[in-house]
């Protein structure tokens, strides 16, 4: 019950995920684009709410309590953020959801929106059993203004999920972009994650 309840709540983060990146600050100097499936480097793990979530080189550089920022203007950091952002909105728990808002979205009629949805449950505890298990990433964009993540995602049944996440520079931080009037979800079934994906493996 535990994993199908996190899957509900990824799936709904999810579905916000899509959204406009216009107002993108892109002032700061280019940063040449490596290569977008590059793993992070210095792979670590730390837990949050009972899901193991990747921290790298390059970021997340401050954790304070369920908000993680600094973020490196580079893919990896973008991808990164991606996960952060996905996941912490979803699970974070009553009184600690607003500030994650805060911090890791991107201002706009769509965070308004999240936080009127979030407002409406309830989270207190950590999941306890069967958490899913980030596999690794895939950048399909990539400027220092914007970033197009697709997060892969391993449930205890064995289903593979692709979540999409659209990034924005802004605030000197990457943020989750978040769509004001959602139409679809941008989670999907996989049979597999594709094998270009930058792989990270779980502790």
């Given at each position: 019950?535990?994993?199908?309840?996190?899957?509900?709540?990824?799936?709904?983060?999810?579905?916000?995920?899509?959204?406009?990146?216009?107002?993108?600050?892109?002032?700061d100097p280019v940063i040449a684009t490596t290569v977008l499936t590059a793993a992070p480097t210095a792979l670590r793990w730390t837990t949050?709410?009972?899901?193991?979530?990747?921290?790298?080189?390059?970021?997340?550089?401050?954790?304070?309590?369920?908000?993680?920022?600094?973020?490196?203007?580079?893919?990896?950091?973008?991808?990164?953020?991606?996960?952060?952002?996905?996941?912490?909105?979803?699970?974070?728990?009553?009184?600690?959801?607003?500030?994650?808002?805060?911090?890791?979205?991107?201002?706009?009629?769509?965070?308004?929106?999240?936080?009127?949805?979030?407002?409406?449950?309830?989270?207190?505890?950590?999941?306890?059993?069967?958490?899913?298990?980030?596999?690794?990433?895939?950048?399909?964009?990539?400027?220092?203004?914007?970033?197009?993540?697709?997060?892969?995602?391993?449930?205890?049944?064995?289903?593979?999920?692709?979540?999409?996440?659209?990034?924005?520079?802004?605030?000197?931080?990457?943020?989750?972009?978040?769509?004001?009037?959602?139409?679809?979800?941008?989670?999907?079934?996989?049979?597999?994650?594709?094998?270009?994906?930058?792989?990270?493996?779980?502790?």
């Amino acid at each position: 019950m535990a994993s199908l309840a996190i899957a509900g709540l990824i799936m709904a983060a999810g579905l916000l995920a899509c959204g406009s990146t216009d107002s993108a600050d892109v002032t700061d100097p280019v940063i040449a684009t490596t290569v977008l499936t590059a793993a992070p480097t210095a792979l670590r793990w730390t837990t949050f709410q009972g899901v193991e979530l990747p921290i790298g080189g390059e970021g997340p550089h401050q954790i304070d309590g369920a908000v993680a920022t600094g973020f490196d203007r580079r893919p990896a950091g973008a991808a990164l953020a991606a996960i952060h952002a996905t996941v912490r909105m979803s699970i974070a728990p009553d009184g600690q959801w607003p500030l994650v808002g805060q911090h890791m979205l991107a201002a706009g009629p769509g965070r308004d929106a999240w936080a009127t949805a979030r407002a409406q449950i309830s989270i207190t505890a950590p999941i306890t059993s069967g958490p899913p298990k980030i596999l690794g990433y895939l950048l399909s964009d990539y400027s220092p203004g914007t970033a197009a993540v697709e997060v892969y995602s391993l449930y205890p049944d064995n289903s593979v999920t692709a979540n999409h996440a659209q990034m924005i520079w802004q605030g000197e931080d990457w943020r989750l972009q978040l769509p004001a009037n959602p139409t679809s979800s941008p989670v999907t079934a996989l049979t597999q994650p594709p094998a270009e994906m930058a792989a990270l493996t779980p502790r």
